[in-house]
């Protein structure tokens, strides 16, 4: 699903944010990102989704080189990644339905098949009870599942978290990772950020660790 | 619970049919034109006075092409009394000032000629100048006869050509055609026309800054949802279209505005208008923008705006662009 070559990334010329970046995760995995803060795991992520390109190797997503995306490509090639964000970007002048719908508006698609779809996904989270209510209404950890909610109506092959659960306390932390689990059991390719070792090494997944930029330990749990 | 969940299939089963991708294009144009124009009603005052600035912008070019319009009536009107006077030679008698008057409507190129004694130039002249009393005094009328020609082609050329050949015929004097000012008006008028171009430009200019300005602050304050939609997969035509909608209502609405202000404008210059073409002895009014004038100046607002927010919003994409 997605392969690194050789990948480094400088920013402003002289720092390398990330270097020698070579490794592979195979469709239906789930995998954890780790490392300092600072060691290039948001910038992994950014490559990912397109935000930055890489300045030497290449990255293939589902067989395609995404830097070869020609810019009008790049909203497309979007659509197909789930992205959860640390501050989960909501839009707080709407409701967490239109918020949860947000994707499937962009793509045009037909509104009552997008409100079954939204409505489905807020369902995934817990949160159908809430769909009127506006984002700053909910607390931190419902704010986050609104966001993974987004990230999932579309029902992308690939979903990718940046410290997810940055701002959570242990218990809702928990709730958030056995999502992101929930999805990988059936069968989307999961990518997830986080510092938090403890958590990290009780879901058992296989992880790669960054250190200043490089790929220090790829640990695969049976 | 789990029947919605992600599948493997991923993003290929997204793909919409093209007539279904017609049909969400529309969905969306008319989705972005309310909401666009129900986020200019959420500040109704702020966005009167930027469609009130649109309209003053507005209102001077298209207030001087009305102005044109009305000059070029009178341009059409004076081009139909465009006549010649051809005065006779002191002391040709009446009969002789008939003959002459025949011969002149004879030639080729005249319409009608009129021939105005000395006794009649005389009374007329008096009227004219209020000089009864003085003028009845001389011993004998100084005024010659003259004959009063229309000619067939009004144009200046034309109307030179004419008078230089009826200059050499028999008992004719002089021959006076009042050109010069006729071409005097005629350079005015094109004057006007091209300031009036010039000030088309440079207040066009002013519509596109006023709407920019406006939807550079629009832009401002969603920059987190631009950023986000735009991480979530928003083409750039996506971004944009909101904020076009946006620049059209306030071009729409400074049209309408300053369609309104020149109608009423135009009822208050009228009396005056009248009375000032009167003591010409010209029938003049003030012409009214009209459907077609109505048309114009509603597309070319609405396009201005259009335009403003088209080139602020690109600005401005480039920069918000997470690259
Ligand atoms: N846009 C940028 N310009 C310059 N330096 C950057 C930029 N983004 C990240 N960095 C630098 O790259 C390094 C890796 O950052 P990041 O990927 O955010 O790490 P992490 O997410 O693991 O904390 C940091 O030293 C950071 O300062
Ligand atoms: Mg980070």
Known sequence: MIAF??????????????????FRVRRGEMVFLTGHSGAGKSSLLRLLMRLERPSRG??????????????????????????????????????????????????????????????????????????????????GGEQQRVGIARAVVNKPALLLADEPTGNLDPQLSADIMSLFEDFHRIGTTVMVASHDLALIARLRHRTLRLHEGRLVADEEVS | MSREAPARRGAQTQRPSSGGRWRSWLRHHRAMALDSARRLLRHPLSSLLTMLAIAIALILPAGLWLTLDGARLIDTQLDESATLTVYLEQGVGGAEAGRIEEALAAQE????????????????????????DAL???????????????????????????AGGLEDM?????????????????????????????LAVLFGLGVLLVVGNTIRLAVENRRQEIEVVTLIGATHAFVRRP??????????????????????????????????????????????????????????????????????????LAQIRPR
């Open chain 1, 5 to 22: 070559e050789h990948v480094g990334k400088r920013y402003g010329g002289r720092f390398d944010a990330l270097a020698h970046l070579d």
């Open chain 1, 58 to 139: 290449r990255i293939l997503v589902a067989g395609h080189d995404i830097d070869r995306l020609h810019h009008s490509q790049v909203p497309f090639y979007r659509r197909q990644i789930g992205v959860v964000f640390q501050d989960h970007q909501l839009l707080f002048d709407r409701s967490i339905y239109h918020n949860v719908a947000l994707p499937l508006e962009i793509q045009g698609a037909e509104p009552r098949e997008a409100a079954r779809r939204a409505r489905a996904a807020l369902d995934k989270v817990g949160l159908l009870h809430r769909e009127k209510a506006l984002p700053i209404e909910l607390s």
């Open chain 2, 170 to 198: 028999a008992g004719v004097d002089e021959v006076r055609l009042d050109l010069a000012w006729l071409e005097r008006l005629g350079q005015l008028a094109e004057l006007g026309r091209r300031a009036g171009l010039g």
């Open chain 2, 243 to 316: 904020f076009l909608y946006s620049g059209a209502w306030y071009g729409l609405g400074g049209g309408m505005l300053a369609g309104l202000l020149l109608s009423l404008g135009g009822d208050w210059l009228a009396t005056p208008v009248a009375a000032l073409a009167a003591s010409y002895g010209a029938g003049f009014a003030l012409p009214g923008l009209g459907l077609a004038g109505s048309a114009t100046l509603l597309g070319c607002s609405t396009l201005l705006g259009w335009l403003g927010a088209w080139i602020a919003v690109s600005r401005h």
């Open chain 2, 136 to 162: 009845a005094r001389l011993p004998d009328n100084p005024l010659p006869a003259s004959v009063v020609i229309r000619p067939d082609d009004p144009s200046p050329s034309a109307v030179k050509r004419l």
């Open chain 2, 109 to 132: 190129g005249v319409t009608n000629a009129r021939l105005i004694s000395a006794a009649e130039g005389m009374v007329e002249f008096q009227q004219a100048l209020g000089l009864e």
